[in-house]
């Protein structure tokens, strides 16, 4: 790869973060030695030590910046302020953002982008399935671990690079694509965006990065993607509605959303002229799905299922719900919801209300801060949105008394138990399972 010619040393940023990590494991793949740090330490960082010899450090430091680094490539969480980038800078190391590395990759490969606000992870992990299974060997970074590779990255041999394409601050606008997939566009990340127009306009201007004449995957029944598609329109697409193969698609898989999701990814083998039936038949009896989406867990210690998925806006949550509803009609719902982003949980705070008020019993953790300031006093700001005559209503105080308390509640068989949010709620479902 002409990019990383001469590159034999690189540290990386925020090595912790879903995408900087699949791509030091890009990285990796490619013979080049990688570094790394981040804040605090996780599964994620654990993988990188003990499976691709990635030495890791917790907490930031400048000395962990050396002059043998040929590169520096930083989250875009990452302030420039950051003692790191600022060693790499008195060292004249050539530094990049992490959006800016992956449109590196994306203009020497055949690139797939997968964009969209919702369904993106799903997608290209049911793409990346269905390549490999046709005789496609694709290289990929996913936004989470895929279920049958155990791993956010896929090496391939092929030309083709399947990759999410994520809209928020326009990163993806970094990304060159041979055939662009957009599943869905909502209001979403509008401390950015502010409003659905600016996340069109986005959108918009990602089609104008195609290479060559260009492919576009969408469905063409979405008003939202009016705009998108007429501007692709404009200029030569070749355009897809995979809106055609949503009734004929049948899933492995629970969720009406999910089979959106599967004919997106058909909508690509099409483009590509692979067996569009073997295609099917793989999606309906073989898709094993990605972490975090919709995942089964286990059991608790009385029988009932754990579930955890990664919604944390309200269409996810809505399709989360649905599906489960729709696959275990006789089962209660128990929710444990950890907003994320105050920012977000204010733009939405109805919605929320709304959608979280359909489940049977909720718990409602404190928001999950991330990039922000802690606000403690919002941090239970969805309550009052929250119908507490339709379902069962707690709020989490602490997580540690939490487990204790709702182990001894014994829900059994006839309940889900569902972990949902962007944050580390994840973990609670662990520690519930028997």
Same mark, same amino acid.
């Given at each position: ?135 496609? &060997? ?65 959108? !918009? ?6 290479? @060559? ?30 809106? @055609? ?62 579930? &955890? &998925? ?36 204010? &733009? ?9 008020? !359909? ?76």
């Amino acid at each position: 790869m002409k990019f990383l010619e001469n590159i034999k040393k690189v540290h990386c940023v925020g090595i912790g973060g879903i995408g900087m990590s699949a791509l030091a494991k890009f990285l990796r793949h490619h013979g080049i030695l990688v570094t790394g740090s981040d804040l605090v330490p996780s599964s994620v960082t654990d993988d990188l030590r003990n499976n691709y010899n990635i030495d890791v450090c917790i907490g930031s430091n400048e000395g962990h910046v050396t002059a043998e680094h040929d590169m520096l490539i930083y989250s875009p969480a990452v302030p420039s302020t950051n003692g790191e980038r600022m060693a790499a800078l008195d060292f004249g190391i050539q530094k990049f953002s992490y959006p800016e590395v992956l449109g590196q990759i994306s203009r020497e490969m055949k690139t797939i982008a997968i964009s969209g606000t919702n369904g993106k992870t799903t997608t290209s992990t049911m793409l990346v399935e269905l390549l490999k299974h046709l005789g496609v &060997d694709p290289t990929a970074i996913i936004g989470e671990y895929l279920q049958k590779y155990n791993s956010n990255f896929v090496a391939g041999q092929s030309e083709y690079f399947v990759t999410e394409a994520c809209e928020y601050k326009d990163s993806f606008l970094n990304i060159h694509h041979d055939i662009l997939v957009i599943t869905n566009i909502t209001e979403d990340h509008l401390d950015y965006f502010k409003n659905l127009q600016g996340i069109q306009q986005s959108f !918009t201007e990602l089609v104008h990065n195609k290479k @060559e004449t260009g492919t576009l995957v969408c469905n063409k029944g979405l008003k939202e993607l009016k705009p998108i598609i007429e501007e692709a329109q404009k200029l030569g697409y070749s355009i897809i509605d995979y809106g @055609e193969y949503i009734e004929s698609t049948q899933l492995s898989i629970p969720g009406n959303h999910n089979i959106y999701n599967a004919a997106a990814a058909l909508g690509v083998i099409k483009a590509l002229g692979l067996s569009f039936k073997e295609a099917q038949e793989y999606l309906h009896k073989s898709f094993q799905g990605a972490k975090r989406r919709m995942e089964h867990v286990g059991f608790t210690e009385h029988g009932a299922l754990i579930f &955890d &998925d990664y919604a944390h806006n309200p269409e996810g949550l809505e399709h989360l719900i649905q599906g489960l509803r729709e696959y275990y009609p006789t089962k209660k719902i128990v929710m444990l919801f950890e907003p994320h982003l105050y920012s977000r949980t204010n &733009d939405f705070k109805e919605s929320f209300g709304k959608i979280l008020s !359909t489940v049977d019993a909720l718990y409602l953790f404190p928001v999950y801060k991330a990039r922000e300031v802690h606000r403690p006093e919002e941090d239970f700001l969805l309550e009052r949105f929250i119908k507490k005559d339709k379902l069962i209503f707690n709020k989490v105080l602490d997580k540690e008394v939490f487990i204790s308390e709702f182990t001894s509640k014994k829900y059994g068989t006839d309940s889900i138990i569902v972990t949902a949010g962007a944050g580390d709620i994840w973990k609670i479902g662990l520690n519930l399972k028997k």
